[in-house]
């Protein structure tokens, strides 16, 4: 069999097959490289001497999408089995097989190219259903709007996907029906006449159909979308006045207030620079005292006072406005004659303040004038030309109240004496402030400054600085720098002479004035030594204006013991503040006093606290019932008590009771903090024959107490009870002749003094 055989089935058909011959490629049909006949199938030369099994494989056989194709195993007929869609698959390429029975190959594979030919099966479609444009208004004929596309899923290069375009309608048919035509093959849409005006239709609705079968409205497919196009606005309507004429009046005086509203109307599209007004004052203002703004919203103009009119210089303006807009008008556009027009503003006479016209005023004298001395007129002008009015004054501000002004002249007179030196004069001036007041209706005032230039005399003496110094003891050590501060200013302050007063004669005996420069000399001791102490040294200081002044001032000197580094030492400054050694000597003794009856004290009560806890008992010890009953660790009795029954006394054999303890209660050795136990009420009088088990019961009690010491010893009880078995312990008595040694009881101290006589090697009493 041939390989790379060329088939091609129609779309939509079923049951077509190729036939190929075994050694060759036969193709039962007249259609061998355009389309598969009804019935095609493929053939062996080799099926007269065997018998073949064909097959076919490959994509819409034996893979996805499966069984498209089918061939008959026996005869090679090829079947299509489901409608073939192009627009989802155009070809398919397949590879046909022959075997014998067994399986073998019979033949070598031959490929099968499969191409579905395109039915016109699809509407086109556009990729918008609304289109929006825009055209400027006043275009020409041929200018470009917009375009639109379609898409036929058909094959385009055939007629099934061959798209034509075509206005259906236009909407409105102002001012004629067919304003726009579109390019059939590309869909371009344009204007075909002149006359677009945006002001009579602002925009068109147009309706355009695609058509495949290159437009063939008998045969092909169609389908419509909606184009909007917009007349965009452009600058052909100028603005216009609504009137010639605008007026309006205005109070001198008066700023930013609008004193006439100008009203235009313009035609085209509101609030875009094509409408927005732009107003211009040409004539009537040459001082620019009112300018013209635009109202954002309503595009009129406010005609608004930017400058003080004076109603005494102009009472009316005539204004001359022209309008135009924020973008040029069109080409061809001419502006027209309401775009300017006239505006008339009157002036409001109202009643102005009095003016000072040398405001702030400047006068110069010198201080310490005495009162009622006349410093100037200081007046004020109403300028209310024709008005008749009376100007008063009065006084606004004077810090010092130094100053008074005539109500009618305006006559400034001193009431007290000019003083440069004042906290309320700055950099030597003195500001007072004054009002003048007409009797208008309403009554208006004005204000003016007079600043008073104080001429400095000398009337401050200087003063010494500073006030206060230490030197030492011994002269060519250090001296003290002075100099002298002055109120007044030059020529009235240095240079300063420094003297010594020649009374007291000590003065200059002790002290010395060596001169450094105009405002500085050097205080210095004059004898060899001094003692220490604080000395008021007088110094005259005298300044240098005419008349000069001098002052004497006293400085305050620490002497000192000073140190090497001409310092005063901590002992020399002491002395220096007026201590003696006498002093000094005394303040030490009274401390070291008071440390002894301190230390005195703390003796006392340490030893107070030892007598305390070694007192003896107030009675005799041998009364003292606690040195008698002693507590030993010992459980029974020595050699010398065996004839005595003490089992009740001991510590019971059994440890039950201990060892039903709870577990974890308590150390042996410490009382532990839980709450104590009570004890069971014991009988006021136990009967003697319950000894024991009282004694037992209250050990029992003792031993589970977690609260009781836990020593293997006999309680304490108050009460020893009465024919007891055992004698009184204080009978007991040793009647052995052992070699035991009791003398070191003597060494136990005071308690154990009575066991000591008793059983030690003491003389008998």
Known sequence: MDSGLLVSVPTQSRGAHLVSTEGGTEINSPYRHRMVPPSSWIRSDQDREIQIRYSITGVGADQPPNEVFRIDPVAGKMFVTKPLDREERSSYHLRAHAVDMNGNKVENPIDLYIYVIDMNDNRPEFKNQVYNGSVDEGSKPGSYVMKVTAHDADDDTTANGMVRYRILSQTPLSPIPNMFTINSETGDIVTVAAGLDREKVSQYTIIIQATDMEGNLNFGLSNTATAIISV???????????????????????????????????????????????????????SGHFIVHTDPITNDGMVTVVKPVDYELNRAFMLTVVVSNQ?????????????????????????????????????????????????????????????????????LADPADWLSINTSNGQIVTRAVLDRESIYVKNNIYEATFLASDNGSPPASGTGTLQIYLIDVNDNAPVLLPKEAQVCERINTNYINITAADADVDPNVGPFIFELPSFPPSVRRNWTISRLNGDYAQLGLRIQYLESGVYD????????????????????????????????????????????????????????????????????????????????????PEDDVRDNILKYDEEGGGEEDQDYDLSQLQQPESLDHIISKPPGVRRVDERPVVPESQYPIRPVVPHPGDIGDFINEGLRAADNDPTAPPYDSLLVFDYEGSGSTAGSVSSLNSSSTGDQDYDYLNDWGPRFKKLADMYGGGDDD
């Open 232 to 286: 965009t606005d452009v600058n052909d309507n100028p603005p216009e006045m609504t009137v010639k004429t605008f007026s309006g009046e205005v109070p001198e005086n008066r700023i930013n207030v609008v004193v006439a509203n100008m009203t235009v109307i313009d035609k085209d599209q509101p609030h875009t620079p094509n409408w927005n007004a732009v107003y211009r004052i040409v004539s009537g203002d040459p």
């Open 537 to 620: 040294v007088p110094v005259i200081v005298s300044d240098s204006g005419n008349p000069p002044l001098s002052n004497r001032s006293i400085i305050k000197v620490k002497v000192c013991h000073c140190d090497e580094n001409r310092e005063c030492t901590t002992i020399g400054a002491v002395a220096a503040v007026g201590l003696g050694t006498g002093t000094i000597i005394a303040i030490l003794i009274c401390i070291i006093i008071l440390l002894t009856m301190v230390l005195l004290f703390v003796v006392w009560m340490k030893r107070r606290e030892k007598e305390r806890q070694t007192k003896q008992l107030l009675i005799d």
């Open 327 to 395: 973008a040029h008008l069109a080409d061809g556009i001419e502006s027209s004659p309401l775009s300017t027009a006239g505006v008339t503003i009157s002036v409001m006479d109202v009643n102005e303040p009095p003016i000072f016209h040398s405001n702030p005023k400047s006068i110069r004298f010198e201080e310490g004038v005495p009162p009622g001395t006349t410093l100037g007129i200081f007046t004020a002008n109403d300028p209310d030309r024709f008005m008749q009015q009376v100007i008063r004054y009065s006084k």
